[in-house]
């Protein structure tokens, strides 16, 4: 899992590879991570006044660099080689998880390697490198928290009871029903992308960001423990986790990568045209920063 060799502050995990307390690899300084990512400015020159037209700003990929200080003694050979193995260039662009604790907060992120140096000069001689660095690029910049949250959406209760006519007082407005809705806290200030699974059975099964006005719908029926899995960020629809049901999606939703949670509260709906006994929402997330 990611970042679970990290137990302090100035540690990172980097695909299972400590560095920081706790290893032969100090960590002194770290650049790129709490640093916001370059951003790219789509205003447009206005052309025959002064200015530009406003447009949206965008985050560029994210570069991280580590300065280390690694302290190996007569060990720096090996020191030496289990940072190499640790350090591959991905030739297939693969990316692995990114880990680093800061006051207190542990924060990932996917990642490739992207460089490595080791000054070698007269301390390195004596098992001692100086202002060593190991840099990855990150081509999503969004550091996510390390913990995933869940909420889960069972179906709403209907009221009962209610006015009878002719009237006659005291008036009995019977009880309300409850409504299929929970509330998605992001903790961060950048918009996370969750993971929504519908269990059946549910016919037509719709979710509403009402904070937002977003909403996703499908045109199907679930049966009884079938399940719909919808990943935001990745685009996908997976029916029992393997068959694509990206197709179904009705014209009353958004995209699905553009179903997001805004930083702060959001309140998810659950709807459909049916509901069964076991019908149900799961929206698992991570808050996320810039």
């Known amino acids: 899992m990611a ?30 991570w709490i640093d916001s ?59 692995a998880p990114l880990a680093i604790r800061t006051s207190g907060q542990t924060l990932v992120a996917n990642a490739v390697f992207g460089g490595r140096i080791v000054p070698v000069d007269q301390p390195y001689s004596m098992g001692f490198a100086q202002h060593a660095t190991v840099q990855w690029w990150c081509a999503d910049p969004v550091l996510l928290e390390l913990t995933p949250r869940t909420v889960t959406i069972i ?18 407005y019977g009880t ?19 993971v929504l699974v519908f269990t059946g059975p549910l016919t037509t099964p719709r979710v509403i960001n009402t904070t937002l006005g977003y909403s996703l719908e499908f045109g199907l029926d679930l049966l009884a423990g079938q399940t719909l899995t919808i990943d935001t960020d990745a685009g996908t629809v997976l029916l029992n986790g393997t068959t694509d049901r990206l197709y179904t999606r009705s014209n009353l939703s958004v995209p699905v990568e ?24 799961q929206v698992t997330w991570k808050s996320a920063y810039l």
Not at 160 to 168: A, D, E, K, R, V
Not at 182 to 192: D, F, I, K, L
Request: glycine share 14%.
């Open 3 to 32: 970042g679970e060799l990290i137990t302090a502050d100035w540690q990172i995990d980097w695909n299972g590879f400590l560095l920081g307390a706790g290893s032969l690899y100090d960590v002194v300084r770290v650049d790129g």
């Open 37 to 95: 990512p370059g951003l790219t400015n789509g205003a447009a020159p206005k052309p025959t006044r002064r200015g530009s037209w406003p447009g949206p700003v965008r985050a560029q990929a994210r570069t991280v660099t580590a300065t280390l200080e690694i302290g190996a003694g007569s060990s720096m050979g090996d020191a030496i080689a289990a940072l190499r193995a640790a350090t591959p260039v991905s030739r297939t662009g693969t990316q």
């Open 155 to 172: 179906p709403g209760t209907s009221g009962s009871g209610g006015l009878t006519y002719p009237l006659t007082y005291p008036l009995d």
């Open 176 to 194: 309300a029903g409850a409504p299929a809705n929970a509330t998605c806290r992001n903790y961060g200030n950048e918009p996370t992308s969750p």
């Open 258 to 281: 553009y179903f997001e949670l805004d930083p702060g509260d959001n309140n998810l709906q659950l709807l459909a045209a049916a509901f069964g006994p076991g019908a149900q929402l």
